[in-house]
């Protein structure tokens, strides 16, 4: 069973920077897909950033694009996001979540449309409030 636990949640002024990270466990041998979600009060959650384990292509939300970096640790399975120039709209419960590709068709629907890739596995979530 694939687990995940993230940590870096906290409090930042506007314009100040957090670093999510997030470590997970319970692999096969295969790739796998590692997103970042959030989840304000009142909203849907959404994706914000994701990466495969097969390479370095990197995805980001229109909200978050030049501000937020997504990377992973390949020998830790860990995958990070820096956060700068943070915004109150930032505010929200930061989860990550992988899924495994056990299939051809599951590894090219990713890179066919990484956003609509669904997971499966997924952390408990970690605060990250922006004050104004």
């Known amino acids: 069973e694939v687990q995940l636990v993230e940590f870096g949640g906290g409090s930042v002024q506007a314009g100040g920077s957090l670093t999510l990270s997030c470590t997970a466990s319970g692999f096969t041998s295969g790739d796998y897909a590692l997103g970042w979600f959030r989840q304000a009060p009142g909203k849907e959650r959404e994706m914000v950033s994701c990466v495969s384990s097969a390479d370095s292509t990197r995805y980001y939300s229109d909200s978050v694009k030049g501000r937020f970096i997504i990377s992973r640790d390949n020998a830790e399975t860990t995958v990070y996001l820096q956060m700068n120039s943070l915004k109150p709209e930032d505010t929200a419960v930061y989860y990550c979540?992988?899924?495994?590709?056990?299939?051809?068709?599951?590894?090219?629907?990713?890179?066919?449309?990484?956003?609509?890739?669904?997971?499966?596995?997924w952390g408990q979530g970690t605060q990250v409030t922006v004050s104004s």
């Open positions: 979540a992988a899924r495994e590709f056990r299939s051809y068709y599951m590894s090219n629907f990713f890179l066919r449309d990484p956003f609509s890739y669904e997971y499966i596995a």
